[in-house]
């Protein structure tokens, strides 16, 4: 076993982000039998919605990045380890959760789910990259949120790519756009990483100081150093 990768899922958070996609399934499979889905596969669309929204922003919290410098001077490269850890908690996420939906493949069923589970990983694994892993979150709880409240509207062929959250499973327009999403997001995010954490105003002020002292030494009398 590498003697690294305990290390790398510890700073990581891999084992809270397993524990939490745990949660996150049973609260599914709660919520399906709370919402008598099976009566009604139509009753499911808050559950194939909101269960791969929280499993993405689990997931999202785990791609965070300590330090650019030192992943840019490491001696491997880490976009193997970076997709492997991407590709492994989707491929997670992806098998646990369609137990919460399972039947009714042509409608709200695990292929919806599926579908769902990699198109907001992907916006997830997108906006880690830009926005960092904090806040990973909030394009893909903005968007999804907005295509469930517009889901009343008239349906048409531009709604099947733009509203794919909430289509049914065998529609293409949806596929089409969350895999899109979903290569788009792990392909950034393997080659640059998350966006690393920025340095708190009390951390600046300190690492600020050490220049000034440094300028400081060096001016001074010779005799004093």
Do not use: K
Request: hydrophobic share 55%.
């Amino acid at each position: 076993m590498n003697p690294g990768l305990p290390l790398y899922a510890r700073s990581r958070a891999l084992p809270q982000t397993l524990a939490a996609l745990a949660a996150t399934t049973g609260f599914a499979v709660w919520a399906a039998g709370a919402l008598d889905a099976y009566l009604d596969p139509g009753r499911r669309v808050p559950v194939v919605a909101l269960a791969p929204l929280l499993a993405a922003a689990v997931i999202g919290v785990s791609l965070r990045s300590d330090s650019d410098e030192l992943d840019r001077t490491a001696v491997r490269p880490w976009w193997p380890r970076r997709l492997t850890h991407l590709l492994a908690l989707t491929a997670l996420a992806s098998a646990v959760l369609p137990v919460a939906v399972a039947g009714h493949a042509e409608t709200f069923g695990p292929p919806a789910m599926i579908r769902n589970v990699l198109g907001c990983v992907g916006i997830v694994a997108l906006a880690a990259v830009v926005l960092g892993a904090r806040l990973s979150w909030l394009p893909a709880f903005g968007y999804v949120s907005a295509a469930y409240l517009a889901s009343s509207a008239p349906h048409g062929r531009a709604a099947t790519v733009w509203a794919w959250p909430v289509q049914p499973g065998a529609q293409p327009g949806a596929w089409a756009a969350a895999l899109a999403a979903f290569a788009l997001g792990t392909a950034l995010y393997a080659v640059r990483g998350g966006a690393p954490r920025r340095l708190t105003p009390r951390g600046r002020g300190h690492h600020a100081e050490m220049p000034s002292i440094r300028a400081s030494a060096a001016s001074a009398p010779y005799g004093w150093r």
